[in-house]
């Protein structure tokens, strides 16, 4: 069973048509969780921290939210250059533990 | 501020030949880092982590190795490449182990 499930899997907008990701977690005892964004054969670009239920964060276009059991990322008013692979990933509760990857949301947004 | 290096960008390589990826990272000291696989339609997959030099610990088993010869020096290698092998290449680093970490531009391995 997957620990990381973001959906969808692909999500194709026009330019200026806001919408959001999920990301949902199983891990119980978060201690941070991770959004990046990845361009075809680059490597992922690190985009935001969060680490508790209500926190938010904000990056032009880009806000990310988190709650107990999932985080979005609301894309408003997007850009043909916000199409991309958006990645999350989680940290887990035990010390010492791998972060755990989504397998991500591609991201296409037409003029 | 940090940068990391990655490269090659593209190898190319027949079964059974060696290999080696090198990554270094600029503008900080002792840094944890991480080399990570990443297939297509699966999660990127952490193969080994670093904590100080000589330090390498292992998440799967496999056909490579890591190795930390230096304190901003990360290399992976394989003795005798397989077809599984093919994918793609990110090194990484972070402050804290285990926490956000900086990708490199990733090498796009193929195994032929």
């Known amino acids: 069973e997957d620990q990381v499930t973001q959906s969808p899997e692909a999500l194709r907008l026009q330019e200026g048509e806001s919408s959001s990701l999920n990301c949902s977690y199983t891990?119980?005892?978060?201690?941070?969780l991770f959004w990046y964004r990845q361009d075809p054969g680059k490597g992922p670009e690190f985009l935001f921290t969060l680490y508790s239920a209500g926190e938010e964060k904000e990056k032009e276009r880009l806000k990310a939210t988190l709650t107990k059991k999932e985080s979005f990322l609301h894309i408003t008013a997007p850009k043909p250059e916000d199409s991309a692979t958006y990645l999350c990933?989680?940290?887990?509760?035990?010390?010492?533990?791998?972060?755990?990857f989504g397998k991500g949301t591609t991201l296409s947004v037409s003029s | 501020s940090q940068t990391i290096h990655q490269w090659p960008a593209t190898l190319v390589q027949p079964v059974g030949s060696p290999l080696s990826l090198e990554c270094t990272v600029e503008?900080?000291?002792?840094?944890?880092l991480y080399w990570y696989r990443q297939a297509a339609g699966r999660g990127l997959q952490l193969l080994f982590y670093?904590?100080?030099?000589?330090?390498i610990s292992s998440e799967v088993p496999q056909n490579l190795s890591a190795s930390r010869p230096q304190d901003r020096q990360f290399i992976l290698s394989s003795k005798k490449l397989l077809l599984s092998d093919s994918g793609f290449y990110l090194c990484a680093w972070s402050v804290t182990l285990h926490t956000e970490a900086f990708f490199g531009q990733g090498t796009r391995l193929t195994v032929v």
């Open positions: 503008g900080t000291s002792n840094p944890n």
């Open positions: 891990v119980s005892g978060l201690r941070g």
């Open positions: 990933a989680v940290q887990a509760p035990q010390a010492g533990t791998a972060l755990i």
């Open positions: 670093s904590v100080g030099i000589g330090q």
